[in-house]
C-alpha cells in the first residue's frame, strides 16, 4: 500500500502461542484505514487468532501491534474491544431472544437498545423486524451470524473484525452481506477486515487481501495479487479454493 | 455404653462384609477400611474433645477450629474440581464463615461460651461450608467450561470480567445452595436428623432437642448461601489477567 494511506491496525514481528503450540510466527504487516481487506487462507493458518490479539482477547508473546497509530498497551481493554469491534466465528449466542442479544453491548454498560433502532438493526443485516422477540434457539445458523453481526454493530465500531460470518448463508444471503459490507465501509468509513474462504468474495468486496498460511503471513497486497500469487503454497491454495 | 456392648455394634460391619463375599461385590476391602477409620478417627476425637473440654482453655478450642478448617481446606481442593489458588480463598471463607456464626451466637448470647457448645457447631458449620465448596467449584467450573465461548463473547463486546462470568457465577450459586434449603422442607418428616437422634438417645428432652435442631439448620442456611457467594466472589478474578483476559489454564477440571 501506499504510504500516504493511514494504517488502522499495524503488527510488527508478532508471535503468539498457546498451550505450547507455536501459533503465530513473526507476523508483520498492516491493514489500512478505511479499507475493506479480506484475510484469507486454509484452516488452522491462525486467522481467528490474529483477530483475537487486534481486539485484545489474547496479547502476544513478543512483538509489537498498534491500533489506530496507538500501542495496543495503551489501550484500556475495554475502550480497545469497543473500538475494534469482532462477529466472532461461533455466532455465540446467549440465552433470551434476538432482542436479548442486541442489547447485550449496551446493557454491558448498563443502557438500554430502543425497540426502533432494534429493529433498523435487523433490517440493515437482512432479517425480519417481527424477529426481535423470537427465542435465539429457534433461528438458523445463518440467521445467527447476521444477528451476529448486528450485535457487534452496535458499539459502532471503528474497526470491524467479521470472522467467516457467510459460511452459513445461502448465495443470495451471502450476496447481501456483501454490500451490507460495503455499505457500513462507504457510509460510516468503517475499517473492515475480514476473514473468508470464498476467494470470489475476497476478490469482489476485498480492496486489500492477507495470505496466512500454518501461522504465518505469506502474501500482502490489493485483492488483485489472489489472481496470480507469487508463493507456489498460495498458488495452490488458490487453486484449490476456485474448485 | 460400653467397650463391650460397642463391639457388639460390628455386627453391623459383618452384615455387608458377608453380603459383599457372597455376591461377589468386590466391596470387603472398602467396608473395612471404613470402619477401622470411623472407629481410629472418631475415638480420637472423642478423646481430644473430652480432654479440650477438661482443659477449659480458649487456645485449645482455637487449635480446635484450626484444625477442621485445615482438614475441611484439604478436603475441598482435593475433591473439587479447581480453580488455580483455591487454597487460601477456601481457607478465607471457612475462617468468615466461623467467625460470621459465632459471632452472632456468642455476640447474642444464644450460645453459651464453652467448648461443648462452641466445637460441635464450628465441626457442623465447617463441614457444610466445605461441601458447599465443594459443590459450587464442580458446578462453577462446569459452567465455565461449557460456557466458554460465552464468556469470549461478553468480553469482546466491552464487558467487564465480572459481566463475563456473572451468568455462571449466579447458576452455580443457586444450584450448589437449592439442596440445602429443599432438604429442609422436608426435615423431620421423612427422618430425624442426625444430631437431634443422638441428643435424644442420649437422654435429652426431645423439645430441647428440637429447639437445637432448628439454631443448626438455620446456621446451615447461612452457612449454605454465604459460603457460595464469598467463594465465588473471591475466586472469579483469579480466571482473569490485568488485560481482562480469561485464562482458561487456571481451571483445574480433573473430574
Ligand atoms: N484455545 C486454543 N488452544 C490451543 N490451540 C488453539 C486454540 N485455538 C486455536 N488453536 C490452534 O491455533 C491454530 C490456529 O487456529 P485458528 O482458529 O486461529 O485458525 P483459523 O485460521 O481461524 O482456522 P479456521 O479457518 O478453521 O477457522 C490451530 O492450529 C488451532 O489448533
Ligand atoms: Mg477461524
Excluded at chain 2, 478450642?61 to 489458588?85: E, P, W
Aim: net charge negative; with cysteine; proline share 3%.
Amino acid at each position: 500500500m501506499s504510504s500516504t494511506e493511514n494504517i488502522a491496525i499495524k503488527f510488527e514481528k508478532v508471535n503468539f502461542s498457546d498451550e505450547g503450540l507455536h501459533i503465530l510466527k513473526n507476523i508483520t504487516g498492516s491493514f489500512p484505514e478505511g479499507k475493506i481487506t479480506t484475510l484469507v487462507g486454509p484452516s488452522g493458518a491462525g486467522k481467528s487468532t490474529l483477530f483475537k490479539l487486534c481486539n485484545g482477547l489474547k496479547s502476544p508473546d513478543s512483538g509489537d501491534i498498534y491500533v489506530l497509530n496507538q500501542h495496543i498497551k495503551n489501550y484500556n481493554p475495554i475502550e480497545l474491544r469497543r473500538t475494534v469491534g469482532i462477529a466472532l466465528q461461533s455466532a455465540t449466542m446467549i440465552k433470551g431472544n434476538v432482542y436479548d442479544n442486541l442489547n447485550l453491548p449496551l446493557d454491558l454498560q448498563n443502557q438500554e437498545l430502543s425497540e426502533d433502532r432494534g429493529k433498523e438493526l435487523l433490517k440493515l443485516v437482512g432479517l425480519p423486524e417481527d424477529y426481535l422477540y423470537r427465542n435465539t434457539k429457534d433461528l438458523s445458523g445463518g440467521q445467527r451470524q447476521k444477528l451476529s453481526i448486528a450485535r457487534t454493530l452496535v458499539n459502532q465500531p471503528e474497526i470491524l473484525l467479521l470472522d467467516e460470518i457467510t459460511s452459513s448463508l445461502d448465495r443470495v444471503s451471502q450476496e447481501d452481506i456483501e454490500k451490507l459490507i460495503k455499505r457500513i465501509n462507504e457510509t460510516y468509513r468503517t475499517t473492515i477486515i475480514w476473514i473468508t474462504h470464498n476467494l470470489k468474495q475476497a476478490l469482489d468486496v476485498g480492496q486489500y487481501t492477507w495470505v496466512m498460511m500454518e501461522g504465518q503471513v505469506i502474501e500482502t497486497g490489493p485483492s488483485d495479487i489472489l489472481n496470480h500469487p507469487q508463493n507456489e503454497d498460495v498458488q495452490r491454495f488458490v487453486k484449490g479454493e476456485a474448485e | 455404653m460400653n467397650y463391650l456392648t460397642l463391639s457388639l455394634t460390628l455386627i453391623f460391619v459383618v452384615i455387608p462384609l458377608i453380603l459383599s463375599k457372597t455376591l461377589k461385590l468386590g466391596m470387603e476391602k472398602d467396608t473395612i477400611i471404613a470402619a477401622v477409620r470411623s472407629i481410629i478417627q472418631l475415638l480420637a476425637v472423642g478423646y481430644v474433645l473430652q480432654f479440650v473440654f477438661e482443659s477449659e482453655s480458649m487456645i485449645y478450642i482455637l487449635l480446635m477450629i484450626i484444625l477442621m478448617i485445615t482438614a475441611a481446606t484439604h478436603n475441598a481442593q482435593r475433591k473439587g474440581a479447581s480453580i488455580k489458588g483455591i487454597i487460601w480463598k477456601l481457607v478465607a471463607t471457612f475462617v468468615f464463615i466461623e467467625a460470621l456464626t459465632q459471632g452472632i451466637l456468642l455476640g447474642l448470647n444464644i450460645t453459651p461460651a464453652t467448648a461443648q457448645y462452641i466445637i460441635p457447631i464450628s465441626g457442623m458449620v465447617i463441614g457444610n461450608s466445605m461441601v458447599l465448596s465443594i459443590l459450587f467449584l464442580n458446578r462453577f467450573t462446569g459452567e465455565l467450561n461449557n460456557q466458554e465461548e460465552q464468556t469470549e463473547l461478553i468480553l469482546s463486546l466491552g464487558g467487564t470480567p465480572k459481566q463475563a462470568v456473572y451468568r455462571q457465577l449466579i447458576t452455580s450459586i443457586k444450584a450448589s445452595t437449592i439442596p440445602t434449603i429443599e432438604s429442609q422442607k422436608t426435615i423431620g418428616l421423612v427422618q430425624l436428623p442426625g444430631m437431634m437422634s443422638g441428643q435424644i438417645i442420649a437422654g435429652a428432652d426431645p423439645v430441647q432437642a428440637v429447639m437445637f435442631q432448628l439454631l443448626i439448620l438455620f446456621l446451615l442456611l447461612t452457612t449454605a448461601v454465604v459460603t457460595s457467594i464469598l467463594l465465588g466472589y473471591l475466586s472469579y478474578p483469579t480466571l482473569f489477567n490485568d488485560r481482562m483476559q480469561f485464562l482458561d489454564n487456571h481451571l483445574e477440571n480433573d473430574n
